[in-house]
T-cell receptor
Framework: AQKVTQAQTEISVVEKEDVTLDCVYETRDTTYYLFWYKQPPSGELVFLIRRNSFDEQNEISGRYSWNFQKSTSSFNFTITASQVVDSAVYFCALSENTGGFKTIFGAGTRLFVKA | GAGVSQSPSNKVTEKGKDVELRCDPISGHTALYWYRQSLGQGLEFLIYFQGNSAPDKSGLPSDRFSAERTGGSVSTLTIQRTQQEDSAVYLC??????????????FGEGSRLTVL
């Protein structure tokens, strides 16, 4: 069964702190895709990153980095030196082939970054 | 158009009425998704289409909900005999298959449904 768990409902940090958002997934497929999306207060969903199941290389993009570990079925997201503008809800998502690519989302983690 | 277009952006209806929500995906995107987001909640998967076919309808909450897609393009989500618990933002997204492109979902701005 396809499942994404984001155990952290809300996280509050002070600006410039590092923060890691956890994501654990379940899938029966050997080929799948993992995503992170950001939903700022304005409401629109913004794509951040996609990883393929066969590429475990971690990735860094500016202050953002992602740690993909198949052994623990985790795809965690770290924001370094957080800023107030990072305040948003962050969703982890999993896409697997079920006759097309069904994409489901975790419940989201609401991040508050205080000045 | 350049992005995913949804209409109406806002809909207020009375309990028991039927509503139709429309989604116009990005041209050429073969996959189309419907999600529901209640206030302060996550994205609840409803249904997705690959072309005109819906391989997975398991997320539809009840038989009052139905969706169709025609011409591999526009999709309509219909809610019959609306109930107050149907109040939410209904989000549509489209994508190219991950093997061909990034697989990123492009979201519309949503249709906010309020059932009085």
């Amino acid at each position: 069964a396809q499942k994404v768990t984001q155990a952290q409902t809300e996280i509050s940090v002070v600006e410039k702190e590092d923060v890691t958002l956890d994501c654990v997934y379940e899938t029966r497929d050997t080929t799948y895709y993992l995503f992170w999306y950001k939903q700022p207060p304005s409401g629109e969903l913004v794509f951040l990153i996609r990883r393929n199941s066969f590429d475990e290389q971690n990735e860094i993009s500016g202050r953002y980095s992602w740690n993909f570990q198949k052994s623990t079925s985790s795809f965690n997201f770290t924001i370094t030196a957080s800023q107030v503008v990072d305040s948003a809800v962050y969703f982890c998502a999993l896409s697997e082939n079920t006759g097309g690519f069904k994409t489901i989302f975790g419940a989201g983690t609401r991040l508050f970054v205080k000045a | 158009g350049a992005g995913v277009s949804q209409s109406p952006s806002n809909k207020v209806t009375e309990k028991g009425k039927d509503v139709e929500l429309r989604c116009d995906p990005i041209s050429g995107h073969t996959a189309l998704y419907w999600y529901r987001q209640s206030l302060g909640q996550g994205l609840e998967f409803l249904i997705y289409f690959q072309g005109n076919s819906a391989p997975d309808k398991s997320g539809l909450p009840s038989d009052r909900f139905s969706a169709e897609r025609t011409g591999g393009s526009v999709s309509t989500l219909t809610i019959q005999r609306t109930q107050q618990e149907d109040s939410a933002v209904y989000l549509c997204a489209s994508s190219s298959p991950p093997g061909l492109a990034n697989g990123e979902l492009f979201f519309g701005e949503g249709s906010r449904l309020t059932v009085l």
